[in-house]
């Protein structure tokens, strides 16, 4: 057993997200994304709410500083300014998970899903906020353990 790892993040989850290397994207939706159908490599939470799998995943790995937007949101198709509470909502736990102001971009629906393609993996939650659809750009770890390299 693990100690101290969020109890909603899966085994193929915790693998996935050690396996991501500096610049790969985790895409994570909600119950009405097509995850299955447009991607090979799926991770399904189910009964977790999008917001708790963003915070809990957030915990573990680092966001992308390279880039002023390392991060998108779905927004419908002809609205580029639209704001859900969701989006919101996700924005203030991704600016606390990182201590600072994260870069986030409108995505319209069909264009997001292109953005969406290339991502190492998408998490599928059971999510049923309308719009509830990220893009988070992968990050580099900022310190590392005095332990690295011991025998």
Do not use: K
């Amino acid at each position: 057993m693990l100690q101290a790892i969020p109890t909603t993040l899966s085994p193929d989850l915790l693998w996935t997200m050690a396996a991501m290397g500096h610049g790969d994207r985790l895409v994570i939706v909600d119950a009405s994304y097509p995850a299955y159908s447009r991607h090979d490599r799926v991770i399904a939470l189910v009964g977790v709410p999008l917001a708790t799998a963003i915070a809990d995943i957030w915990r573990l790995m680092t966001i992308d500083d390279f880039s002023e937007m390392p991060a998108f949101r779905m927004v419908p198709d002809g609205e580029p300014g639209h704001v859900a509470e969701i989006h919101r909502e996700v924005q203030r736990l991704l600016d606390a998970a990182e201590r600072r102001p994260v870069g986030m971009r409108a995505a319209e629906r069909t264009p997001f899903y292109d953005l969406a393609g290339p991502a190492f993996a998408v998490v599928a939650t059971t999510g049923n906020r309308p719009f509830g659809c990220f893009i988070i750009t992968n990050g580099v770890i900022r310190s590392v353990s005095t332990t690295e390299g011991r025998a």
